[in-house]
C-alpha cells in the first residue's frame, strides 16, 4: 500500500501519510473535491495534505499540520504524489484487468 | 454494464449521466455492497489495499466461470441418467428395461498414459527371439550352402 513517511526536522518525529476508502469518503462527506482541490492550489492542495493524516494519525492538531506543510520543500511533488494517492483509491475500483495488448506505448525521443 | 446483466455494479447503469456531479462518498457507499457481495469484508474495504477490489473482481470472474462449468456438467449427468432410463417410457419397444447409469463420474483430470513395464519387458523378448530367430536362419543357411558344396566336389571327383 502506497505510503509517505514524513519526518518532523524540530523532533524527528514520523508521519505515515496516506488514504483509505473510509478516509476519502470522510474527506469527501467534508466537502472536498479533488479535481477542484488541484485547481484552487492554495486552499484545495493543503486539504488534501491535512486529509492525508486523517488514516494514521487521526487525532493530530491542524496547526502542528500547517506547520509540517509550510516547512515542506518540494510541495509540488508531494501534491503529485498525493493525487495519485488519492486517486488511486477509486481508480481500483473500475480499472481493467490489465491487458497489454491493449496499451498505447509511448516513450520520450531526443 | 449491458441491461441483461447481473446489476453487480447500479452505479455503472447510469454511465449516460456520468457528465453530472458524482459525489464520491455515495459512490463509495453503492459500490461497498456489491463488494461484500463478491467476499469482501467491510474492513478490507474500507481501510484495505487499494488495490485489493480488483483481485475480488476477477476471482468473482473466475467465480463464475467455474459456477457455469458445474452447472454445464450438471446437465450432462442428467443427461446421462435420462438416456439411460429412456427405454422405460418408449411404447413401441419391448425390452423395457433401463441401460445402467454411468459406473463411475466423468474423470475430470485424466492421467497421462505411461507404457506399463510389463509391455517394456514383453517388447525386449520379442526383440531378443527375433535376433535369435535371424542368428538361426543365418547358420542353417550356411550348412546348407557348405553341405551343398560338399556334394558338388564329390560328384565332379
Keep these: 500500500m502506497a505510503t509517505i513517511k514524513l519526518t518532523d526536522p524540530e523532533n524527528n518525529k514520523e508521519y505515515t501519510l496516506g488514504f483509505s476508502k473510509k478516509t476519502v469518503k470522510e474527506m469527501a462527506r467534508n466537502g472536498f473535491d479533488i479535481s477542484k482541490a488541484v485547481d484552487n492550489y492554495v486552499i484545495g492542495i493543503p486539504d488534501l495534505f491535512t486529509g492525508a493524516f486523517l488514516r494514521y494519525h487521526r487525532g493530530i492538531k491542524q496547526n502542528l499540520v500547517d506547520e509540517l506543510w509550510e516547512m515542506i520543500p518540494n510541495k509540488a511533488g508531494l501534491t503529485e504524489k498525493l493525487v495519485t494517492m488519492f486517486n488511486e483509491q477509486l481508480d481500483e475500483l473500475f480499472s481493467d484487468p490489465e491487458d497489454d495488448a491493449k496499451k498505447v506505448m509511448w516513450e520520450e525521443v531526443q | ?157
Design chain 2, 1 to 157: 454494464m449491458g441491461g441483461g446483466s447481473v446489476d453487480l455494479f447500479p452505479y455503472q447503469d447510469k454511465k449516460e449521466e456520468a457528465h453530472e456531479e458524482v459525489n464520491v462518498a455515495d459512490l463509495l457507499d453503492k459500490l461497498c455492497p456489491d463488494y461484500m457481495a463478491m467476499g469482501m469484508t467491510y474492513d478490507e474495504y474500507w481501510n484495505g489495499d487499494a488495490e485489493l477490489p480488483r483481485f475480488y473482481r476477477e476471482a468473482h470472474r473466475l467465480r463464475r466461470i467455474q459456477e457455469n462449468h458445474n452447472a454445464w456438467l450438471h446437465g450432462l449427468y442428467v443427461y446421462h441418467a435420462m438416456s439411460s432410463v429412456s427405454p422405460l417410457f418408449r411404447d413401441l419397444v419391448k425390452d423395457h428395461t433401463a441401460e445402467k447409469y454411468l459406473e463411475q463420474p466423468f474423470d475430470l483430470y485424466p492421467e497421462p498414459k505411461k507404457p506399463s513395464t510389463e509391455q517394456q519387458e514383453q517388447d525386449a523378448k520379442d526383440l531378443a527371439n527375433q535376433a535369435m530367430i535371424k542368428d538361426w536362419v543365418k547358420r542353417a543357411n550356411r550348412l546348407y550352402e557348405e553341405k551343398h558344396s560338399k556334394e558338388g566336389k564329390a560328384n565332379a571327383g
